[in-house]
C-alpha cells in the first residue's frame, strides 16, 4: 500500500518530489503558469511543506513513486461563497491571499497527484486520493476539494467541458478515468471551472514549449491541451485557457 509522506517531516525527499523526473511528466507548457508560482517557487513552496507530499512504497521509502500537492484555504468567505471559476489558479490565490493576511483555513484543494509510470494502472491514484482526504481531517479542515483535469479530455480538446465532463458510462460512472476515480472515491462533481489554468506567452515562447511552428492565427490543437491554444501573430502571442473539474469530498470523521 502507497504512504503519502509530507516534506516538512522528510526533507530527504524534497529534491527527489521537486525535481526533473516529475516535471518531465507534464507537457512543458504546462509548466510555465504565472500562477503557480505562487505554490511552487522557492520563496513560497517552504509554507506549503505541511501539505506537499512525497508518494512511497513502505518497502522502500527513500524513493517517491508520485507526489501530491494540496492547499489550505478559508472557504464560506465573503466573496468565497462558491468554488472559484479560476479553479487551479483561482484556488492557489486564494491559498496565497490567506496566509499573507493570517487567516485561518478551514479547507483543502488537491492540485496534483502524479505518479511514475511503474505505478500507473494499478489503482495507485485512488490510494493517494483517499490519504489526501484522511490528511485533511488530520489537519482539522472541514472540506476537501479538487480541481480535476480529466485524464483523457486531451484527445478532445474542441469539445467542451461541460460536454465532455457530463458524459456517462453505462453504470452511471464518468466516461473520463480521472474523473470516475474521483467518483467512485465518493466525490460529486460541482461545477467545471472555465478558466482554471491560463498560460501566456508569445508565439516564441510557445515554439519552445511545443516544437510546433504556429503559422497562422486561430485556435490551435496543442498535444497535452484540454482546450486549443488561441494564437494571434498579429499580436505575438498566444494564451491557453485550461478548464477543469471542481470535485467535491467528504472528510472522513
Known amino acids: 500500500m502507497l504512504e503519502l509522506v509530507s516534506l516538512r517531516t522528510q526533507p530527504d525527499l524534497r529534491a527527489q518530489v521537486f525535481g526533473q523526473v516529475f516535471r518531465a511528466l507534464w507537457p512543458a507548457f504546462m509548466q510555465e503558469d504565472p500562477t503557480a508560482d505562487l505554490f511552487f517557487a522557492r520563496a513560497h513552496r517552504e509554507a506549503y511543506l505541511d501539505t506537499a507530499f512525497a508518494v512511497v512504497d513502505p518497502a522502500r ?32 490565490r486564494w491559498a496565497h491571499e490567506d496566509r499573507t493576511l493570517g487567516r485561518a483555513p478551514n479547507a483543502l484543494s488537491a492540485l496534483e497527484i502524479t505518479l511514475l509510470p511503474s505505478h500507473w494502472g494499478r489503482s495507485a491514484s485512488g490510494v493517494v486520493l483517499d490519504a489526501m482526504r484522511r490528511r485533511a481531517h488530520d489537519l482539522d479542515l472541514r ?6 483535469r480529466p485524464t483523457e479530455k486531451h484527445l478532445e480538446p474542441f469539445v467542451p467541458m461541460v460536454e465532455y465532463a457530463a458524459r456517462r458510462r453505462v453504470d452511471g460512472l464518468p466516461a473520463d478515468p480521472w474523473l470516475r476515480v474521483h467518483v467512485r472515491a465518493g466525490g460529486a462533481i460541482v461545477k467545471v471551472a ?21 503559422s497562422e492565427s486561430g485556435s490551435i490543437a496543442v498535444p497535452g491541451a484540454l482546450a486549443p491554444v488561441h494564437v494571434s501573430l498579429e499580436q505575438d502571442h498566444a494564451v491557453y485557457v485550461e478548464p477543469n473539474v471542481w470535485l467535491r469530498h467528504t472528510v472522513p470523521d
Do not use: N
Open 194 to 214: 472555465p478558466t482554471s489554468m491560463v498560460v501566456p506567452g508569445t508565439i516564441a515562447d510557445w515554439r519552445r514549449w511545443t516544437g510546433m511552428e504556429f
Open 61 to 92: 521509502p527513500e524513493v517517491a513513486v508520485g507526489r501530491a500537492f494540496a492547499v489550505p484555504f478559508a472557504f464560506g468567505e465573503d466573496g468565497r461563497e462558491e468554488l472559484p471559476d479560476a479553479g487551479w489558479d483561482g484556488v492557489v
Open 143 to 148: 472540506h476537501f476539494f479538487a480541481p480535476v
